[in-house]
């Protein structure tokens, strides 16, 4: 027997965790909640406004992750939800996964009604009721994870989160996994630049996938973003978009720190 990778392992507790909520609450009751939450806020529109002048920037309110352990002690949901805004993002990602980020669903509801801001629901989707739960909680856009997903399971999210009037984030990590992501129609490609099963992490992955991902598409560029120099320096090959949770989660004050990686390094500074 192989030892299960990382993501075999987050997908099967994940299923059993679907199905205990299933039990709980029937599909039909959760699409009742999901019909009475409140309305989706454009999340695709919001970052290619904010690329179109300058960067579109999707930041994550995370408080633990399984490379890095406990990431911020002080942990308020809200709080974050409302520095990030302040500090010029345009989207929020909110972690809603327990065993292994420590997220919860009140975390994304807290944070949406702390803002004005779209947010993604930052969990590991497999069945389409996660996608009505998302919903649900207020959730305007979905994440597909291309390297734990079928192509069929990621079609019925996408056409669920379309029915839902959500927008997707498809992620992808390599070349094969980007072939799979141009099948679907999603204009959001997630490059993550963090291998999900070994937590290896690299730029040069955005770097060298960025110019195979279609015109049509916009490119969010994930994970290891540390430095207003990284955001310039991916942004020459054609990324305004980007996905930056550990950075800003470490910053006592998030709001400004939140400003700063979003400076031109070219014409910032001096003050
Ligand atoms: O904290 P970082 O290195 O800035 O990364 C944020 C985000 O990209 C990362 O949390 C992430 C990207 N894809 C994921 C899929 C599942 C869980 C987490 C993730």
């Avoid at 807290?110 to 629901?121: G, I, S």
């Avoid at 963090?194 to 937590?199: A, E, G, I, K, S």
């Avoid at 195979?212 to 973003?225: G, K, Q």
């Amino acid at each position: 027997m192989t030892t299960p990778t990382i993501l075999e392992k987050i997908k099967a507790y994940k299923l059993e965790e679907v199905a205990a909520t299933k039990a709980d609450v029937p599909l039909e009751e959760m699409e009742d909640r999901a019909r009475a939450a409140p309305p989706v806020r454009p999340f695709h529109e919001a970052l290619l406004n904010a690329a179109n002048g300058g960067y579109g920037l999707i930041a994550e309110i995370k408080k633990a992750s399984p490379s890095k352990g406990l990431i911020r002690e002080d942990f308020d949901p809200a709080a974050l939800a409302a520095a990030y805004a302040e500090g010029g993002a345009a989207c929020l990602s909110v972690l809603t996964d327990t065993p292994s980020f420590q997220g919860a669903k009140e975390y994304l509801t807290q944070a949406r009604e702390a803002c004005e801001l779209p947010v993604l629901r930052k969990d590991f989707m497999y069945d389409t009721y996660q996608v009505v739960e998302a919903r649900s909680l207020g959730a305007d856009c979905i994440l597909i994870i291309m390297a734990s997903v079928t192509d069929a399971e990621a079609a019925a999210l996408e056409q669920a989160a379309s029915d839902w009037g959500m927008d997707a984030i498809i992620e992808v990590h390599n070349a094969e996994e980007l072939k799979r992501a141009e099948a679907l129609t999603s204009p959001l490609i997630g490059i993550n630049n963090r291998d999900l099963n070994t937590f290896e992490t690299t730029l040069d992955t955005t770097r060298t996938l960025a110019r195979y991902v279609p015109e049509d598409r916009l490119i969010i560029c994930e994970s290891a973003l540390e430095t207003p120099e990284d955001l310039a320096d991916i942004a020459r090959y054609g990324a305004r978009c980007f996905l930056i949770g550990e950075t800003l989660m470490r910053a006592d004050d998030v709001a400004s720190a939140t400003r700063h990686i979003l400076a031109n390094p070219l014409t910032a500074g001096g003050m």
